[in-house]
Nanobody, 126 residues
Framework: VQLQASGGGLVQAGGSLRLSCAAS????????MGWFRQAPGKERSFVAA????????YYADSVKGRFTISRDNAKNTVYLQMKSLKPEDTAVYYC????????????????????WGQGTLVTVSS
């Protein structure tokens, strides 16, 4: 299973970015997906998750109302649209696929994911 994240970069506070994560090697449409991030000197933390059908999504409080997770099962891709970015959003962002085949709607814990992308760096300047 391979996950290829892209779309990171440098943006000013208040700006927007869209991250993409292309998956291969597994039936993408059968697994919930998630985004996590790791800021310098901090542990990896949950950002957003989406169910198999995309009917259910869940967000960390810190990004709720600013970030939107979506997926295109035909393209084997999950997205993270980020708006109103803040300097504290600066981190390496990782996409991940859940370990449960057609599991419950979404997952927020690192232990529930078994494959991870390589990460894409998002830097928000003030």
């Amino acid at each position: 299973v391979q996950l290829q994240a892209s779309g990171g970069g440098l943006v000013q506070a208040g700006g927007s970015l869209r991250l993409s994560c292309a998956a291969s090697g597994r039936t993408f449409s059968s697994y919930a997906m998630g985004w996590f991030r790791q800021a310098p000197g901090k542990e990896r933390s949950f950002v957003a998750a989406i169910s198999v059908s995309a009917r259910s999504t869940y967000y960390a409080d810190s990004v709720k109302g600013r970030f939107t997770i979506s997926r295109d099962n035909a393209k084997n891709t999950v997205y993270l649209q980020m708006k109103s970015l803040k300097p504290e959003d600066t981190a390496v962002y990782y996409c991940a696929t859940s370990r449960y085949y057609y599991g419950s709607s979404y997952y927020t814990e690192i232990r529930d994911y078994d494959y991870w992308g390589q990460g894409t760096l998002v830097t928000v300047s003030s």
